[in-house]
């Protein structure tokens, strides 16, 4: 866990105004109770430089935190940059209803700015939610010194039996919140007291299982300070704990009288009509045209429209539920990050059945187009299905970020065994099958699937490698739709510089020759083992396309095979050779030239050695001469995922 921040140290100093207002009935009610009532508060000891900035930033962090603690009941946000910036975090109880928990937001932020108008830090405690803003990051702290304790009400006339049944009631919440995700509540009775025991433990959603742990042992020991008294609270930065003689949750009622039982039937088939209207609404809502005009991209470089992702949106096997990943990824752990892109992170999950997943994290408010990359990603790989392309098992959009969730692929990313340092050396039959897999892929992708898709990011790091080491493509983020009745699109480049088509790259003249062209790079660093690219090398081998095209004319291409097959006893080298040539085909420099990925699978399944021979494009000589890369004009292209640029969403696994 981090190191609490310094700016937080002193918010830690500050000493909360407890501000307790009489001792509330909270008895089971069948009206709404949104609990308002204030627990304590507490203000930074610091003040802002500049409370114009401060003020505004803090107003969008509360606004960005309503649209996902309305409908989840747990949010953060971000907003702004250097000292200036506001980091927030709302929470509310799990026995409160959407609408209650809205109506104890809402409070909340209209008495924190009141009580702690110009400070850099502040929390506002209710018995129903909690909310707290800091000009840094908190979102792990467990602990810190401005904890407290609030005891209320008037001492038990059995103490010491009131002290030992409310240290088993503690213990007890304390072992039901660390397998219940944080939160647990429970009453206790014993023989000689008038009136069960109730207590409630609920840690932010933020925490490790064991942070949030380490709160709740030390805010057992602040509550045990109220013993012998009839109701006592502990306050924390990472938790919150309470025990009273007063049922303070909701409790559902055992009754069933045959009026509620008509109440219940009524509610349940009303609701469902509802759903079937609002189902036929989304229907019309959103018809299939927007569908795709999202994925088909903006056409002559002009944007798509802004697009606000809904679940209704998606098609998926299942909808996870936020908390539940958190659990499988420890708190998002960096032990459990598996991979990295630029707007987001890769994390293996573990759910409690056993199955593994792996988790995609999205910023969504760190771009706009990561949005739209979430909504491409999601609505394309749920409408195609392959087995060598990577499976979504779903998604979850109620929560602070967005998340996928992908079928677990144990051998992670090809580039980690092509290039990297594993256990595992892939033997040519290996090699060959990826290259087989892979091409199924594309060939379904480009030609096969109900839509007609173009990936425009085929590398290695997006092609990932199951049990068996077969094949599955990754990463749809900047995949798009490609209508049948016309040739090509002309839209902003997207992909990773050395895998994209010149044609593309230059002109942004969009076609499936451009996926073909990638898998021809992918081809070749499968082949020989190095990057496409590699500057330690002598001029003449510096570009695996140039080498490689030099070597074949002049019939020395089995010299571009990795040293590390060289004596494999399954090492075929008419198979090689005949690999090698198809990859030429699908680097011509005329997209005309280059063959259908179908026609690509067909050479592959092939006995016959013998097809059309490739050419030398004259844009080799460009790259020869401007060094490499310089004379083609990436100054348009989307950002990918890189060692030179680091944007694109790629499920790109390291091993741990």
Same mark, same amino acid.
């Given at each position: 866990?981090?190191?609490?921040?310094?700016?937080?140290?002193?918010?830690?100093?500050?000493?909360?105004?407890?501000?307790?207002?009489?001792?509330?009935?909270?008895?089971?009610?069948?009206?709404?109770?949104?609990?308002?009532?204030?627990?304590?508060?507490?203000?930074?000891?610091?003040?802002?430089?500049?409370?114009?900035?401060?003020?505004?930033?803090?107003?969008?962090?509360?606004?960005?935190?309503?649209?996902?603690?309305?409908?989840t009941g747990f949010a953060t946000a971000s907003h702004g940059n250097g000292k200036d910036s506001v980091y927030g975090l709302a929470q509310c109880r799990n026995d409160l209803?959407?609408?209650?928990?809205?109506?104890?937001?809402?409070?909340?932020?209209?008495?924190?700015?009141?009580?702690?108008?110009?400070?850099?830090?502040?929390?506002?405690?209710?018995?129903?939610?909690?909310?707290?803003?800091?000009?840094?990051?908190?979102?792990?702290?467990?602990?810190?010194?401005?904890?407290?304790?609030?005891?209320?009400?008037?001492?038990?006339?059995?103490?010491?039996?009131?002290?030992?049944?409310?240290?088993?009631?503690?213990?007890?919440?304390?072992?039901?919140?660390?397998?219940?995700?944080?939160?647990?509540?429970?009453?206790?009775?014993?023989?000689?007291?008038?009136?069960?025991?109730?207590?409630?433990?609920?840690?932010?959603?933020?925490?490790?299982? #064991?942070?949030?742990?380490?709160?709740?042992?030390?805010?057992?020991?602040?509550?045990?300070?109220?013993?012998?008294?009839?109701?006592?609270?502990?306050?924390?930065?990472?938790?919150?704990?309470?025990?009273?003689?007063?049922?303070?949750?909701?409790?559902?009622?055992?009754?069933?009288?045959?009026?509620?039982?008509?109440?219940?039937?009524?509610?349940?088939?009303?609701?469902?009509?509802?759903?079937?209207? %609002?189902?036929?609404?989304?229907?019309?809502?959103?018809?299939?045209?927007?569908?795709?005009?999202?994925?088909?991209?903006?056409?002559?470089?002009?944007?798509? &429209?802004?697009?606000?992702?809904?679940?209704?949106?998606?098609?998926?096997?299942?909808?996870?539920?936020?908390?539940?990943?958190?659990?499988?990824?420890?708190?998002?752990?960096?032990?459990?990050?598996?991979?990295?892109?630029?707007?987001?992170?890769?994390?293996?999950?573990?759910?409690?059945?056993?199955?593994?997943?792996?988790?995609?994290? +999205?910023?969504?408010? !760190?771009?706009?187009?990561?949005?739209?990359?979430?909504?491409?990603?999601?609505?394309?790989?749920?409408?195609?299905?392959?087995?060598? +392309?990577?499976?979504?098992?779903?998604?979850?959009?109620?929560?602070?970020?967005?998340?996928?969730?992908?079928?677990?692929?144990?051998?992670?990313?090809?580039?980690?065994? +092509?290039?990297?340092?594993?256990?595992?050396?892939?033997?040519?039959? *290996?090699?060959?099958?990826?290259?087989?897999?892979?091409?199924?892929?594309?060939?379904?992708?480009?030609?096969?699937?109900?839509?007609?898709?173009?990936?425009?990011?085929?590398?290695?790091?997006?092609?990932?490698?199951?049990?068996?080491?077969?094949?599955?493509?990754?990463?749809?983020?900047?995949?798009?739709?490609?209508?049948?009745?016309?040739?090509?699109?002309?839209?902003?480049?997207?992909?990773?510089?050395?895998?994209?088509?010149?044609?593309?790259?230059?002109?942004?003249?969009?076609?499936?020759? =451009?996926? =073909?062209?990638?898998?021809?790079?992918?081809?070749?660093?499968?082949?020989?083992?190095?990057?496409?690219?590699?500057?330690?090398?002598?001029?003449?081998?510096?570009?695996?396309?140039?080498?490689?095209?030099? %070597?074949?004319?002049?019939?020395?291409?089995?010299?571009?095979?990795?040293?590390?097959?060289?004596?494999?006893?399954?090492?075929?080298? &008419?198979?090689?050779?005949?690999?090698?040539?198809?990859?030429?085909?699908?680097?011509?420099?005329?997209?005309?030239?280059?063959?259908?990925?179908? !026609?690509?699978?067909?050479?592959?399944?092939?006995?016959?050695?013998?097809?059309?021979?490739?050419?030398?494009?004259?844009?080799?000589?460009?790259?020869?001469?401007?060094?490499?890369?310089?004379?083609? #004009?990436?100054?348009? *292209?989307?950002?990918?995922?890189?060692?030179?640029?680091?944007?694109?969403?790629?499920?790109?696994?390291?091993?741990?």
């Open positions: 866990m981090r190191r609490p921040n310094s700016n937080i140290v002193p918010f830690s100093l500050a000493l909360y105004l407890l501000l307790i207002s009489a001792v509330p009935n909270f008895v089971l009610r069948t009206k709404a109770d949104p609990r308002i009532t204030e627990a304590g508060h507490g203000c930074s000891l610091i003040n802002t430089t500049n409370p114009s900035a401060f003020s505004e930033n803090r107003k969008t962090v509360f606004s960005l935190l309503v649209k996902n603690i309305s409908s209803s959407m609408e209650d928990c809205s109506k104890c937001y809402a409070t909340a932020t209209e008495q924190i700015v009141i009580y702690c108008p110009f400070e850099i830090g502040a929390r506002m405690i209710f018995e129903g939610c909690f909310l707290r803003y800091e000009n840094e990051t908190f979102f792990d702290q467990a602990l810190d010194g401005g904890n407290s304790n609030v005891c209320i009400s008037y001492s038990s006339s059995s103490p010491k039996l009131f002290n030992e049944t409310a240290l088993r009631l503690l213990a007890d919440i304390k072992s039901k919140a660390f397998k219940n995700e944080g939160f647990a509540t429970s009453k206790i009775s014993a023989k000689g007291l008038q009136t069960p025991i109730y207590g409630l433990a609920m840690c932010r959603r933020t925490l490790t299982t #064991n942070s949030c742990d380490v709160c709740l042992q030390h805010a057992t020991k602040l509550v045990q300070r109220c013993f012998s008294l009839q109701d006592g609270r502990a306050l924390d930065a990472g938790c919150y704990l309470r025990y009273s003689t007063l049922a303070f949750f909701s409790i559902p009622s055992s009754s069933s009288s045959p009026s509620k039982i008509v109440l219940i039937l009524v509610g349940t088939f009303g609701g469902v009509a509802l759903i079937a209207l %609002l189902m036929v609404f989304l229907i019309f809502r959103h018809p299939f045209r927007k569908f795709y005009t999202k994925l088909s991209g903006p056409r002559q470089h002009e944007e798509a &429209e802004a697009y606000f992702i809904t679940e209704e949106d998606f098609r998926w096997d299942h909808l996870f539920n936020y908390d539940s990943l958190r659990v499988a990824t420890k708190n998002f752990d960096a032990n459990m990050k598996i991979g990295e892109g630029g707007f987001g992170q890769v994390y293996k999950g573990i759910f409690r059945d056993g199955q593994e997943a792996a988790v995609k994290k +999205l910023f969504v408010q !760190k771009s706009s187009r990561v949005s739209d990359e979430f909504v491409t990603e999601v609505k394309l790989i749920s409408a195609v299905r392959h087995r060598n +392309l990577v499976r979504l098992l779903g998604c979850c959009t109620r929560g602070p970020e967005k998340l996928l969730v992908y079928e677990f692929m144990p051998n992670m990313s090809l580039d980690k065994h +092509l290039f990297g340092n594993t256990a595992k050396q892939l033997s040519w039959k *290996m090699r060959f099958e990826i290259i087989l897999g892979t091409a199924h892929g594309l060939a379904y992708l480009n030609e096969e699937s109900p839509f007609r898709i173009l990936h425009r990011d085929i590398k290695a790091a997006n092609i990932l490698l199951d049990n068996d080491f077969h094949a599955k493509i990754a990463d749809f983020g900047l995949a798009r739709l490609f209508p049948e009745d016309q040739t090509h699109l002309t839209t902003r480049v997207g992909g990773t510089i050395g895998y994209t088509a010149p044609e593309y790259a230059i002109h942004g003249h969009l076609t499936d020759k =451009v996926d =073909v062209y990638s898998y021809g790079m992918l081809v070749l660093e499968v082949v020989s083992g190095r990057k496409y690219i590699d500057s330690t090398l002598s001029a003449q081998m510096e570009l695996l396309l140039e080498w490689a095209w030099n %070597l074949y004319e002049n019939k020395e291409a089995f010299s571009l095979v990795d040293r590390r097959l060289i004596g494999e006893p399954e090492l075929n080298r &008419e198979e090689i050779l005949k690999v090698i040539q198809i990859a030429l085909l699908c680097t011509q420099g005329t997209p005309e030239l280059r063959p259908l990925m179908s !026609k690509v699978v067909s050479m592959l399944t092939s006995n016959t050695t013998v097809f059309a021979q490739p050419s030398r494009p004259a844009f080799i000589d460009n790259y020869s001469t401007s060094k490499g890369l310089s004379s083609v #004009n990436f100054g348009q *292209m989307e950002p990918s995922s890189t060692a030179t640029s680091q944007a694109t969403l790629s499920i790109s696994f390291e091993p741990r």
